[in-house]
């Protein structure tokens, strides 16, 4: 969804995910984009109880209490600017590439509306058509064609965040599929094709990306959250206490603690046969090789994921910090080191106004 937009040179990106809201604030400068703000609200009562978040992938928010959660973070970060851009979750989009036939504007206008009614699971009146044109290549026949992002978003999705935004007193410029933004933050300085795989609480994402362009996408329902509940499942103990288990020891350790990452492999191996699965598809259909994986999302903190993922997949794999294109105070550094990857959304949100 685009809307048409002018004026401040400082804009604010703002995730709003399944359990948290993340938000930066950057402002255009001479040299690179500067981080002015940032902020972070997260909440843990679905821990307990899992029907209690933000969003769902049921395509449900609850836009009351994402109202309260984002005026409490804007007071507390002290953000100035209140121009906005703010993301979709993968699982509220429907995303398809398409080799398409290169054409004037005005006709690949009409030829979304009719390869949209092939691919899109909702009537058309129901959804926003957009779409992306992401690479040329060559067909079978040696004709060049253009690849093509088709993305879609309901309606009625679009206007909860539309009065979200209004009732906090936010003026939402843009709004844009989480993958996008992933892409943008994590990718625009590597021009070999990219797997990022984004575990959040609720949900992972996977996007395959190169130059800051998203390729392709795909989404599980298996996450962080599923990590924390197998933990309190296998080890019978309270959820909370399997949350900090899983932050303070990962999948490293022995003894009892081996315990612990055994029980969390069967999930992880659900989510990297998901992104493999992406992998192997887009592979076949364009040529490409899949050069590295980025992990991305509070998942990536994980102790010892990287190297998990790496070894099964045989594929180079790490986090990376989306703020290396963004200048900051070097008295952030450790916070930096710490929450970048949960932040990379919400700082591909705030690029997009700025390069």
Do not use: C
């Amino acid at each position: 969804m685009k809307f048409n937009f002018f004026g401040t040179k400082s804009y604010l990106g703002v995730d709003i995910g399944t359990t948290s809201i993340k938000l930066v604030e950057l402002k255009k400068s001479k040299s690179a984009p500067e981080l002015l703000n940032y902020g972070l609200l997260e909440t843990y009562s679905h821990l307990e109880r899992l029907n209690d978040a933000i969003q769902t992938s049921a395509l449900k928010i609850d836009s009351r209490k994402t109202e309260e959660l984002l005026k409490i973070l804007l007071k507390n970060s002290g953000v100035k600017s209140r121009d906005a851009v703010a993301s979709i979750p993968a699982f509220a989009t429907f995303t398809s590439l398409l080799d398409m036939p290169i054409m004037p504007e005005k006709d690949m206008r009409q030829a979304m509306q009719f390869q949209a009614k092939q691919y899109v699971p909702l009537p058309i009146s129901e959804v926003t058509i957009d779409w992306l044109a992401v690479g040329e290549h060559k067909d079978d026949k040696g004709i060049l064609t253009r690849q093509i992002l088709l993305i879609s978003v309901p309606n009625e999705y679009i206007e909860i965040y539309k009065i979200i935004f209004r009732n906090t007193g936010l003026n939402l410029v843009a709004l844009e599929i989480e993958g996008l933004s992933d892409a943008r933050a994590l990718t625009m300085d590597i021009d070999k094709l990219v797997l990022i795989i984004n575990i959040g609480s609720r949900s992972t994402s996977f996007m395959i990306a190169k130059n800051g362009l998203m390729k392709a996408g795909g989404q599980t329902d298996f996450s962080g959250s599923s990590l924390t509940q197998t933990i309190a499942s296998g080890l019978n103990i309270p959820v909370r206490k399997a949350e900090d288990l899983k932050k303070q020891r990962g999948l490293r350790g022995a003894g009892g603690e081996y315990e612990l990452s055994t029980l969390m492999l069967p999930i992880l191996d659900v989510i990297i046969s998901e992104g493999q699965r992406l992998k192997d598809n887009y592979e076949q259909s364009s040529g490409e090789k899949i050069a590295r994986i980025i992990l991305s999302g509070g998942g990536a903190n994980l102790i010892g994921i990287a190297a998990y993922i790496q070894n099964q997949t045989a594929i180079p794999t790490a986090a990376k910090n989306p703020f290396s294109q963004i200048s900051y105070s070097s008295d952030i550094e450790p916070l930096i080191a710490e929450l970048g990857p949960a932040f990379s959304v919400a700082v591909g949100l705030g690029l997009r106004q700025l390069i």
